[in-house]
Nanobody, 122 residues
Framework: QVQLVESGGGSVQVGTSLRLSCAMSGRLLNALAWFRQAPGKERTLVGAIDWNGSKTSYADAVKGRFTISRVNAERTLYLQMNNLQPDDTAVYFC?????????????????WGQGTRVTVSS
């Protein structure tokens, strides 16, 4: 059974940083990603990473501010978020795919965590 558990969310001020973590149990899956869902909006990709961390991709809105990484030995996915803005307010979800290649489509991710809430206030 695969389980994904996010942590690290919170309420912060504009311009500050947070690091989200996603602990994975069960089989070590391949491509991983962070998605987010703001109130009243659809879930969108934040960043994705392939099986060994050699390839990453980001949404335009977070490029240069967010960094996705993984430590397979620790079965943990991270999202370092710097210079947070009010538009970053959302519930953040980690997701895992059975595919090894980098993918940006939510439909390609087979397992999801419950989410961690990030609130950025000015």
């Amino acid at each position: 059974q695969v389980q994904l558990v996010e942590s690290g969310g919170g309420s912060v001020q504009v311009g500050t940083s947070l690091r989200l973590s996603c602990a994975m149990s069960g089989r070590l899956l391949n491509a991983l990603a962070w998605f987010r869902q703001a109130p009243g909006k659809e879930r969108t990709l934040v960043g994705a990473i392939d099986w060994n961390g050699s390839k990453t991709s980001y949404a335009d809105a977070v490029k240069g501010r967010f960094t996705i990484s993984r430590v397979n030995a620790e079965r943990t996915l991270y999202l370092q978020m710097n210079n947070l803005q009010p538009d970053d307010t959302a519930v953040y979800f980690c997701a895992a795919s059975l595919n090894s290649d980098l993918t940006l489509l939510a439909a390609a991710y087979h397992f999801w965590g419950q989410g961690t809430r990030v609130t950025v206030s000015s």
